[in-house]
């Protein structure tokens, strides 16, 4: 059974850094693409940052290109995300996900974890 997750959130004053990650269990990791998203109120969900487990396909969201960074930690078995320099458009309840490298769809979620960037 495939288990995300999240965890790391939290309240930060805009410029700070937060460290997300998603802790991975019961998936192949070479099988599959791993992914951040967030959903603000009132917006759709979008996605931030992805990755294959391998460390290639890495892409990201423009609104945090230079700002977050994802990677993996292969002792840990989780995929972070490295948020700094936040603003309060970077408010939202942040998920991890994760599709098979073969599919369009992200079938395997976490529960989230609240980001809130407030001074």
């Known amino acids: 059974q495939v288990q995300l997750v999240e965890s790391g959130g939290g309240l930060v004053q805009p410029g700070g850094s937060l460290r997300l990650s998603c802790a991975a269990s019961g998936v192949t990791f070479s099988n599959y693409v791993m992914g951040w998203f967030r959903q603000a109120p009132g917006k759709e969900r979008e996605l931030v940052a992805r990755?294959?487990?391998?460390?290639?396909?890495?892409y990201y969201a423009d609104s945090v290109k230079g700002r977050f960074t994802i990677s993996r930690d292969d002792a840990k078995n989780t995929v972070d995300l490295q948020m700094n320099s936040l603003n309060s458009e970077d408010t939202a309840v942040y998920y991890c996900?994760?599709?098979?490298?073969?599919?369009?769809?992200?079938?395997?979620w976490g529960q989230g974890t609240q980001v809130t960037v407030s001074s």
């Open positions: 996900a994760a599709r098979l490298v073969s599919a369009v769809k992200y079938i395997h």
């Open positions: 990755m294959r487990w391998s460390g290639r396909y890495i």
